[in-house]
């Protein structure tokens, strides 16, 4: 009698932990499932961050809209010395006069220029401005500058200064240019074919030694060599000669030549007249 208490007392005991062996998962699909979770892990790029890639794909792509800026009209609008450009009421670029207070302030002495009615001013901003507020007037077609630096006293030029001068500006010239030959490293100062000319010019330097010589050497040497005497003149007359290029130098294309001779050498004005 004991043993079938005993007995069914057992298959109690199996029957009531069945259902909860069942409910546990199968030891296989536990493995299976863990395989699979690696391998989407394993799919994100090398170096990436899973978090943020799954993020990323939920970000909403921001358009950016360029900005659209409009062309000044006046940027390739040219006016002249003393004239600015701007704008009409059609948003047409037209050149008036430059207001001679808007000028930048001058940086020193050099900066200075003085007219030709021998009145100084800051900058040469400063006198074309001036000027072109007396456009049309009888003292406005008058006006030029005169030469660079503050007004000062120039003596007149003699009669046998001024048969000299032709010589000594040439001389200038042409160390002018053997100056520009020498400093013209990559920077392109001048054109091969002007390269190769000055370089004749720089090699004949030292022919003749500095000193006196007689006329007649000197004679001889400038009929012999006249191309490369003459060159720098045409050097810098093709320099001067380029609004318009017509074969003549204005009193405009004369300016940057004259302004910086008149306070070395006095006889420059009477020169070019």
Known sequence: MKAWIFFLVCLAGRA???????????????????????????????????????????????????????????????????????LDENNTPMCVC?????????????????????????????????????????????????????????????DSELSEFPLRMRDWLKNVLVTLYERDEGNNLLT???????????????????????????ARDFEKNYNMYIFPVHWQFGQLDQHPIDGYLSHTELAPLRAPLIPMEHCTTRFFE
Do not use: M, W
Request: net charge negative; hydrophobic share 30%; glycine share 6%.
């Open 98 to 158: 430059q207001d001679p207070t808007s000028c930048p302030a001058p940086v020193g002495e050099f900066e200075k220029v003085c007219s030709n009615d021998n009145k100084t001013f800051d900058s040469s901003c400063h006198f074309f401005a001036t000027k072109c507020t007396l456009e049309g007037t009888k003292k406005g077609h008058k006006l030029h500058l005169d030469y660079i630096g503050p007004c000062k006293y120039i003596p007149p030029c003699l």
């Open 16 to 86: 009531l932990a069945a259902p909860q062996q069942e409910a546990l998962p199968d030891e296989t699909e536990v493995v299976e499932e863990t395989v699979a979770e690696v391998a989407e892990v394993a799919e994100v790029p090398v170096g990436a961050n899973p978090v943020q890639v799954e993020v990323g794909e939920f970000e909403e792509v921001e358009e950016t809209e360029e900005e659209v800026v409009a062309e000044n009209p006046c940027q390739n609008h040219h006016c002249k010395h003393g004239k600015v450009c701007e």
């Open 192 to 218: 091969e074919k002007q390269k190769l000319r000055v370089k004749k010019i720089h090699e004949n330097e030292k022919r003749l030694e500095a000193g006196d010589h007689p006329v007649e050497l000197l």
